[in-house]
């Protein structure tokens, strides 16, 4: 029982930062329908800014969580005004495309870049943690913190989106552009702070994960934006509350099956994909969209 | 590019020149591989350029014909690729002793192998293509992965660690006739009563319905052939490389396969064959630029795509692809081929010259 506890927690941690990115592939998808391929790179992006951080303005967390969040955001609205704005009105899957090579080329240049390189760099410890035993369960005071921050940033991005101006802007243009246009919303505007703020979430989580898992490679970003893509489309991609959950149930479904196998553990969230979109074709929250003639 | 060039000049004559033009090309990289001016190392690149067009043509079917989004071809070829190579391997390997009883015996591996993974791409189809668009395009990705994770625990696949010790079996003439054969499968397809079906449930899948045509069996259909062509890719893929692994055939691979067929031209063969060849070739010429190559690589796939998002030749098809049939000047400009949309160009250019000529005549 105490090992279920353990892994649960391990589960969470992992969770909370898959749900983290893909709230940003699920924010993007809603409003300019594309599956942004680059966004685990800005995850990347993020924990690598976390780190130079780290080095040279000293291992504060609060320092290195805001440099990596702003820088990744930056990125991100760079990346949709250069690679993506010009495609809008071309075939979506141009745009797909067009997103691989950004992703392509935000690693390559990372891995070429003399200062990050390819080799693996050990992220600092920018929380001092302790171990806390509860009921024969431990865990460390950073776990929770970890857990406890991403939560407060996801109900922060359920404040943006359901009580602010901006927020009003992205739900009215995820639901019709072009009217959202006509009634005089700022497209380009809302287009680029959702850029700015699934981004910034990713970067947070590059920055979780850096903590989580302390190596740190340029090619983590693609490798956890699959995950975190996989548990967008599992809640329903589109849906925030979707993201969020579809993150938590990743997390844990991997933890709970690396520990019976490692294998199985690579291959549970596709199983789980799987299963979830026979079943519910627009996943857990998404709403299926009938087709009008 | 030879073939293609001289193709484009005779466009409205009879498209008997290129079956001119594939011998031709043969025979011409042959010389150039037996002169050496094409070391082995670009000739194996060649080689798996042709490959990976076998496969990008058949993603064609599935997403540029049926205009369904799938995702997944990566696992079909690994199907293909280790059905056959188990073949070859395990199996077959001591009644191979000739060459004509180890290449009809390879034959027969790449076949079953690619029957294999067409019957995967049976059992794997029949539930996912009742999804749409990205959906259909993740479930396939996933499927994918599952595949490769099967490849991990399999017991005769050599596990995580792959195959190795695969004979090289795929030789340059092999892959060129299958290259061929495929082309002209797909044609025939495409242009059948099926594909037609096919092209139909693209354009509108509702009326399609409406005018009589079994979307989801046409829809099964060119998955599963689609499946069965990437499947042959991987077998020839296989013993090429001759050793296999799980990672070889990830998502990478199957966004690789994506990339070919989108930054060619999605809707065509032939685009998607080129896309492939340019592609695959491509990092290769940029080898020089040691860690910047693929940085280069990334940068180019985007400049091209923001230029010609209907790929680089667009839905045009080239010589006997077209199969005779003349595009109209409508089709033409909806087609955004490379060489008919530069002469598009030139002739508004040309025509108003002339409107401005005669304008100055009205004049005087």
Known sequence: ?293 | MGKTKAVQLQKDKKSYVSYIMIPVLFVVIQILYRTEILNSYWYQILQLACINGIVAMSLNLINGMTGQFSLGQAGFMSVGAYTSAMLTKLVFQSAMGNPFASYGLFFLALLIGAAVAAFIGFLIGIPSLRLKGDYLAIITLGFSEIIRVLWRVFPFSGRAKGLNGIQKLSTFPIIFVAVIIVMILLRNFTKSRYGRGCIAIRENELAAETMGINTTKAKIKSFVFSAFIAGLGGGLYAHLMMFINPEMFSQVKSTDMLLFLYAGGVGSYSSALLGALIFTMLPEFLRFMGEWRLVIYALILIIIMLNRPKGIFGKHEFGFMRFGDKESAHQKADNGGLISSFVERRKAKKLAQAGENNGGAGKQ
């Open chain 1, 1 to 293: 029982m105490s090992q279920f506890f353990q892994l649960l927690i391990y589960g969470l941690q992992l969770g909370t930062i898959y749900a983290l990115v893909a709230l940003g592939y699920t924010m993007v998808y809603g409003i300019v329908d594309l599956i942004n391929f680059a966004h685990g790179d800005f995850l990347m992006l993020g924990a690598y800014t976390a780190f130079f951080a780290a080095l040279f303005a000293g291992e504060n967390f609060v320092v290195c969580l805001i440099m990596a969040m702003l820088v990744a955001g930056v990125i991100g609205v760079i990346t949709d005004r250069i690679a993506y704005k010009p495609m809008r009105n071309q075939p979506k899957l141009s745009a797909l495309i067009t997103a691989l090579g950004v992703s392509t080329f935000i690693q390559n240049l990372c891995r070429a870049l003399p200062f990050i390189g390819p080799i693996p760099k050990a992220f600092p410890t920018l929380l001092q943690s302790k171990s806390i035993k509860i009921f024969g369960v431990t865990f460390t005071t950073t776990q929770i913190l970890l857990i406890v921050l991403a939560i407060l940033l996801m109900l922060g991005l359920n404040f943006i989106v359901n009580k602010t101006k901006v927020g009003r802007g992205m739900r009215a243009v995820s639901l019709d552009r072009d009217a959202a246009a006509l009634m005089g919303i700022n497209i380009n505007m809302v287009i680029s702070s959702t850029f700015f703020i699934g981004a910034a979430l990713a970067g947070a989580g590059g920055v979780f994960y850096g903590i989580m898992y302390p190596t740190l490679e340029v090619s983590i970003g693609s490798f956890l934006g699959n995950k975190a893509f996989i548990a967008a489309v599992v809640g329903g991609i589109g849906s925030i509350k979707g993201a969020m959950f579809g993150g938590i149930i990743m997390g844990i479904a991997e933890i709970f099956a690396t520990n019976l196998n490692a294998d199985v553990g690579f291959g549970v969230a596709y199983a789980i994909l799987i299963v979830i979109l026979l079943v519910k074709p627009a996943g857990l929250f998404g709403k299926l969209t009938t087709e009008k003639v």
